[in-house]
């Protein structure tokens, strides 16, 4: 029996709401006085800080994703045109329409 994930569209709603609200406390808290941690850092790192291992390992889930969507290329773009008719015919696998909420 196949399965999906599905979220009630009220309930996305809530989710984004309380990431941007979360932010903007986060931000606001940072802007004190006697706040010395640099906001910034935290949310999107320092370059210098990464390894060429680290760049390796980047090309290589890279490479694994576009050979995953090559692969099965068909299939996601028929499940991202129309989900149900593409449940309805049956061309996809159980497991592509869950990767693609991924």
Known sequence: ????????????????????????????????????????????GNILMVTPHDLWLIAALDLGVVAAALAFYNQLQAVCFDEEFARIRASTSSCIIPCCYV
């Open 1 to 44: 029996m196949p399965w999906s994930v599905s979220i009630p569209p009220a309930r996305g709603y809530v989710i984004g709401a309380l990431w941007a609200i979360g932010m903007a406390v986060g931000c606001s808290l940072s802007r004190r006085r006697g706040y010395n941690q640099d906001l910034m850092s935290y949310l999107f």
